[in-house]
């Protein structure tokens, strides 16, 4: 059976070993995504010049310079700035691509926070700023729970492309579904059954993500 | 930190060698953004197609590709390119690492501006090709003269930015072995062991170019509601 590689290495390669590196990757750094992506996207629509400053800063060179650049940076970089972020080799590996992953989609979820605040209505914040509710206050019960179901969809494309994105994460040696296919590949020399079956992987993550976040995007539409 | 090694950042010759990694890189989008042009293209008009066995597979690839990484795809065909040319074109048959890698990357692209062009053909008024039969137009004939030339104009914003998301994925490519921007960097700190600056400074050219462009774009959408509903149409493709 050409594809029996899939499971030739049982829980230790492919599947479900590199399977579950990926999920965990994915969404773990997604949730780190939405703190830092909402932090990011208060400070643009702050009121006070220095916080806007830091907060384009951020998404613009975020946004603008490779991945791999950013996760070779973190991974070569952290140690010699003295920053350790684990002892175990592997555990660090894993720890610098989890950092990376979320420092450049945090950009661009800050990107989509930021569209979703601005597209609530002025008046609200108006209104519930002369009702006596500090900036704070608005922000918490007015203007964020308002902005939520314009932004759901487009992070669930942001969700889609970190999926896909945790293949780099092999580049700095982390043992995900691309590592586990390299792996096996290395080890019988059947490229086309090892990528296939990695490819196999990444699509029964990818695909009911994407159907998922088409359909939620249709829904939302309707409401709206 | 290594402050004895800022004195390679004003070399002549070391600048040199990254300027050549960065006309590398150039040179790889463009051929990549060339090549994923016709093929994105081709599959965008089979996607429009009226028989359901043209429209469904091409539906099929676009999905399917879209939905792979595309540093997959690159690692597939830079490292085993040649030995899938081999059965069609001989033995002898190899491919460089370049080329694969620009395969990869141009494979992935075409999927994504197949939904661009996909995009811009859709949001045309219908009338234009109901007058377009009406005055006599062939069916290819209303693609080429009437709504294509009509559709690209719409497309130019939307390409513009897949074309920064492209010059980013050059890094991948040069990942597996060939000469780029990242590559340069990479050269430099194997033999100085100063990742951070050599790093930092490739990723100031990499933000130059990307903002660059991420800019122009913008300011060409701005105003035109038509190319910004082209680009939201295919924005799964917008991070990358």
């Known amino acids: 059976m050409p594809f029996g590689i899939i499971f030739e290495y049982p829980d230790q390669y492919l599947f479900p070993g590199g399977l579950w590196v990926t999920i965990e990757l ?20 702050s009121p006070l010049t220095p916080f806007r400053v830091i907060g384009v800063a951020y998404v613009e060179f975020f946004r603008n310079t490779p991945l791999l650049v950013q996760l070779f940076f973190l991974f070569f970089g952290l140690p010699l700035l003295g920053i350790r972020l684990s002892d175990d080799a592997f555990e660090f590996n894993f720890r610098a691509a ?37 900036y704070a206050q608005m922000l918490r019960f007015v203007q964020l729970p308002q902005s939520f179901r314009v932004v759901i969809p487009p992070l669930g494309n942001i969700f889609t ?44 993550l990818v695909l009911p993500l994407a159907a998922g976040v088409n359909w939620l995007e249709r829904r939302l539409q309707v409401v709206r | 930190m290594r402050p004895d090694t800022w004195h390679l950042f004003t070399n002549p010759s070391v600048l040199g060698f990254f300027l050549g990694g960065f006309g590398q890189t150039i040179f790889i989008s463009i051929a990549a953004i060339a090549l994923s042009f016709a093929l994105g293209l081709l599959l965008a008009l089979a996607r429009l197609s009226r028989s359901r066995w043209v429209r469904w597979p091409a539906t099929g690839c676009i999905e399917i590709v879209r939905a792979l990484p595309v540093y997959l795809l690159i690692v ?19 491919m460089p690492r370049f080329w694969g890698g620009v395969i990869g990357l ?15 053909i859709v949001s045309l008024p219908r009338g234009q090709t109901e007058a377009a039969r009406a005055l006599g137009f062939g069916p290819i004939g209303t693609m080429r003269l009437i ?9 130019v914003p939307a390409m513009m930015s897949q074309l920064t998301t492209i010059i ?42 990307c903002f660059t462009l991420s800019q122009f774009s913008r300011r060409l959408e701005l105003g035109n509601q038509d190319a910004q509903r082209v680009r939201k149409a295919a924005l799964r493709s917008e991070v990358a």
């Open chain 1, 98 to 134: 989890l950092l990376g992953l979320t420092l450049y989609h945090g950009a661009y979820v800050a990107e989509v926070v930021r569209s979703g605040l601005l597209g609530v209505d002025r008046g609200q914040i108006e209104a519930a700023r002369s009702l006596g509710l500090s």
């Open chain 2, 76 to 94: 597939y065909f830079g490292i085993k390119g040649s030995s899938l040319g081999k059965p069609f074109l001989g033995p002898d048959f190899d």
């Open chain 2, 106 to 120: 141009s494979l992935y692209t075409s999927a994504v501006l197949a939904e661009i062009i996909r995009a811009g």
């Open chain 2, 147 to 155: 709504l294509l030339p009509q559709a690209l104009r719409l497309m």
């Open chain 2, 168 to 209: 980013k994925d050059t890094s991948l490519v040069g990942q597996i072995g060939v000469f780029e921007l990242y590559r340069s960097a990479r050269i430099i700190y194997t033999q100085y062991f100063n990742p951070i600056e050599a790093l930092l400074f490739v990723s100031f050219l990499y933000f130059g170019i």
């Open chain 1, 161 to 204: 492309a970190l999926v896909k994105n945790t293949s780099l994460a092999t580049t700095i040696g982390v043992a995900e579904l691309l590592n586990a296919g390299e792996v096996v590949e290395s080890r019988t020399f059947r490229a086309i059954e090892a990528y296939g079956a990695v490819a196999v992987l990444y699509l029964a």
């Open chain 1, 26 to 45: 994915s969404v773990v750094s997604l949730l780190g995504s939405l703190v830092l992506g909402t932090v990011i996207a208060l400070f643009r629509i």
